[in-house]
T-cell receptor, first 111, second 116 residues
Framework: RKEVEQDPGPFNVPEGATVAFNCTYS??????FFWYRQDCRKEPKLLMS???SGNEDGRFTAQLNRASQYISLLIRDSKLSDSATYLC????????????FGAGTRLFVKA | GAVVSQHPSWVICKSGTSVKIECRSL??????MFWYRQFPKQSLMLMAT?????????EQGVEKDKFLINHASLTLSTLTVTSAHPEDSSFYIC????????????FGQGTRLTVV
């Protein structure tokens, strides 16, 4: 089983749609979680951190369920500019620096 | 936020030559940096963890003699792809963190290597 697994995608949605990405992680001791966005041929950039209480940033909402070892990202009112690959990222939190990336989910938002 | 700079952003080299990629933390000291490789339409795959003042830790399947890592200072790590072959053509990205465990990772701009 992979340490971090994501929906394979790609997701093709029209502008204005709501889309949700899911991610599961295998290490129950993992301590911190993030969603990164990666545009084609660019480096990943932090989209938002994920907290147990859930957090929202504009059209983006991230949630964490530690019991189910599950992370989600919800994008409301999709824009063309949201088209990218979304990476689920987990820090094992074993005291080291290692970061585990999911394979990413590709999103295409169409006009 | 913290800045990580990677150089060069792209390079084309002949098969059999070596290529050095630099990763610098510009406004913080990074005792540990990470090197990733990403093939088209695939996720980032961790190649190795670069440790300042000591040997790098390589992931399973990554040849340490082919991908030489040097982390001589708290702000610079280098990755040298030795005797490059076309199958080494990929997007190489470095990252660093401000602290252990829970902090986010900051990425360099990436280096697109093409071996011809």
């Amino acid at each position: 089983r992979k340490e971090v697994e994501q929906d394979p995608g790609p997701f093709n949605v029209p502008e204005g749609a709501t889309v949700a990405f899911n991610c599961t992680y295998s290490n129950s001791a993992s301590q911190s979680f993030f969603w990164y966005r990666q545009d084609c041929r660019k480096e990943p950039k932090l989209l938002m951190s994920v907290y147990s209480s859930g957090n929202e940033d504009g059209r983006f909402t991230a949630q964490l369920n530690r019991a189910s070892q599950y992370i989600s990202l919800l994008i409301r009112d999709s824009k063309l500019s949201d088209s990218a690959t979304y990476l689920c990222v987990v820090n094992p939190g074993t005291g080291g620096f290692k970061t585990i990336f999911g394979a990413g989910t590709r999103l295409f938002v169409k006009a | 936020g913290a800045v990580v700079s990677q150089h060069p952003s792209w390079v084309i080299c002949k098969s059999g030559t070596s290529v050095k990629i630099e990763c610098r933390s510009l406004d913080f000291q990074a005792t540990t940096m990470f090197w990733y490789r990403q093939f088209p339409k695939q996720s980032l795959m961790l190649m190795a963890t670069s440790n300042e003042g000591s040997k790098a830790t390589y992931e399973q399947g990554v040849e340490k003699d082919k991908f030489l890592i040097n982390h001589a200072s708290l702000t610079l790590s280098t990755l040298t792809v030795t005797s490059a072959h076309p199958e080494d053509s990929s997007f190489y990205i470095c990252s660093a963190k401000l602290g252990a465990g829970v902090s986010e990772a900051f990425f360099g701009q990436g280096t697109r290597l093409t071996v011809v």
